[in-house]
């Protein structure tokens, strides 16, 4: 199942009722900082939790699940259809394009970042599964397990994304990065 596409699901419905996460915590009885997390695909929620929470939304669990196992053999997403995934705006200001999400059941996850002049993921963090990296425009600084690389235009790096990693642009323009997670986002 596509966990990125059920977090943005989850996302799409809080926000199409005009609920805030305080209203979407107090209605469910869940914690609002575990909500942040199911909809920033920091954190995989139990079947309990995505039971409240489409109660909460009031939907049902089998449209929240609807046609996120389908898996066409093509599926082909143009420039202008790329769909933008928030993720972590507290901690990243890192704008996440998905290449991909027509293909709703897959095993990866294709974005392009656009990492401003300046800015970046602010604290290095792990999730599940790998990734890859490859640099399209400019440069960044990918810190991994404490040590800092510098990464220019055509630099790439395929990595085990349990240990605790970053990009940043310490430049003064904004570069484009290939971004390709393996497994789970979180």
């Known amino acids: 199942m596509n966990l990125v596409e059920l977090a943005s699901r989850i996302k799409a419905a809080r926000l199409a009722r005009g609920y805030t996460l305080d209203r979407v915590a107090e209605i469910s009885g869940l914690g609002k900082g575990l909500l942040s997390k199911v909809e920033n695909f920091r954190v995989t929620p139990s ?52 290449l991909a999400h027509k293909r709703l059941d897959r095993s990866m996850d294709p974005f392009l970042l656009t990492v401003p002049a300046g800015g970046g993921r602010s604290e290095a963090m792990p999730h599940e599964g790998e990734e890859f990296l490859m640099v399209v425009k400019g440069a960044v600084a990918f810190e991994y397990d404490g040590e800092t690389h510098e990464m220019k235009e055509g630099d790439s790096a395929y990595f085990d994304a349990e240990v605790d990693h970053r990009v940043f642009n310490p430049g003064k323009r904004d570069a484009s990065v290939l971004c390709v997670f393996l497994g789970r986002p979180m």
């Open 47 to 98: 079947l309990p939790t995505l039971a409240k929470l489409s109660e909460a939304l009031g939907m049902s669990l089998s449209e929240l699940f609807e046609g996120l196992d389908e898996k066409p053999k093509l599926s082909i997403v143009r420039k202008g259809e790329r769909k933008e995934v928030e993720r972590n705006r507290d901690q990243s200001d890192i704008d996440y394009l998905s």
